[in-house]
């Protein structure tokens, strides 16, 4: 190999077809787990659904790991649910698992001896458990009140002995099972985002126009009775694009935006004599602060407008945003 780490044409040819032969691999273990989704996999499901606790997942070495990731799909995707190690189990941390709970054991041996070590203990709780192996004949598949096989007929390692292909079918099934429950539960775009505030579907439907618009001195607003150059002078200051026209009891009766000063720039006007009431638009399109910030959004798209003014039920100006406050917000 070359000192910049670049392969020749030969050695390149062979680590892609080393690679290409490792997602072979995988992808037909993960077709077979097709005939696996079958009356054991629905029993699963079932005990997962009435669980009134949570579905403790617990595992060893690699399957702790895939263990951990189908525990963390579960609690985001409506199904309550966490990671317990086995080794502390049996250290004090087995009284995480309560008697309302479920358990989902995943061993590709089946004969984990720290699984089979606290298997009378969750047994003597009578907490339903179900077991994911790749050994139906397993002692812990035989112990377990539902069984789902996992197994595979070969790894993707060539030495056939590093957790690869059956790791893979392994949170494939995960995955199977945790969107299985989220459709029966009937879980939600809205559901997903109470549970993932942080990202970006989160911010899209979660966040209120109260959470974003402009409010207080940052409105931009002129009278009915102020010049244009005013109103164009308020607009600059505040740095909307756009101000309000409001009347003298403080209710919007127009808006005025950069489109509307290019509109107003063709018209035969007296700019520096003119009232910011006869160039203005009637009739604006707003919004209430109560409002999902990604509603407004959509109507803000629809209208095929860039602004506009958030008001009371009383038509008074409380707040304002635009699309660059938007996408300062995540929202778009």
Not at 2 to 11: G, H, I, L, T, W
Not at 64 to 70: F, L, P, T, W, Y
Not at 141 to 161: G, T, W, Y
Request: charged share 20%; proline share 4%; aromatic share 2%.
């Amino acid at each position: 190999m070359n000192k910049d780490c670049k392969p020749s044409p030969e050695e390149a040819k062979k680590l892609q077809a080393l690679g290409l032969a490792v997602i072979h691999n995988e992808a037909s273990a993960i077709q077979a787990l097709s005939d696996r989704i079958n009356g054991d996999f629905a029993h699963a499901c079932g005990y997962m659904l009435n669980c009134e606790g949570r579905i403790v997942v617990t595992g060893m070495g690699k399957s702790g790991h895939i263990g951990s990731k189908i525990a963390a799909t579960l609690a985001s995707t409506g199904s309550p649910a966490f990671f317990v190690h086995p080794g502390e189990a049996s250290h004090g941390d087995l009284g995480m698992i309560t008697a309302k709970d479920v358990v989902l054991a995943l061993s590709n041996s089946g004969e984990t001896s720290e699984l089979l070590t606290i298997l009378p203990l969750i047994k003597r709780l009578s907490v339903p458990l179900i077991a994911m192996t790749g050994n139906p004949q397993s002692n812990l598949a035989r112990q377990a009140d539902v069984h789902i096989d996992v197994s595979v007929k070969q790894e993707a390692c060539p030495l056939n002995l590093a957790p690869t292909s059956s790791t893979t079918a392994t949170l494939a099934m995960g995955d199977a099972l945790a969107i299985a429950l989220l459709e029966a539960r009937g879980f939600t775009e809205q559901d997903f985002a109470r549970s993932h505030p942080g990202g970006s579907l989160g911010r899209r439907l979660l966040l209120m126009v109260s959470d974003v618009m402009v409010t207080g001195e940052q409105i931009p607003r002129v009278t009915d009775q102020a010049s244009l150059k005013d109103a164009l002078l308020e607009m600059t200051r505040k740095g909307l694009g756009m101000t309000a026209v409001i009347d003298d009891q403080g209710r919007l009766k127009g808006i005025y935006t950069d489109g509307d000063l290019r509109r107003t720039l063709d018209r035969p006007i007296d700019i520096q004599n003119c009232r910011i009431s006869e160039v203005m638009t009637h009739g604006s399109t707003t919004a209430s602060a109560d409002m999902l910030a990604a509603e407004v959004l959509k109507i803000m798209q629809e209208k095929k407008i860039n602004s506009l003014f958030i008001v009371d039920d009383r038509l008074i100006p409380i707040g304002a945003l635009n699309m660059h406050t938007l996408l300062l917000a995540g929202i778009v």
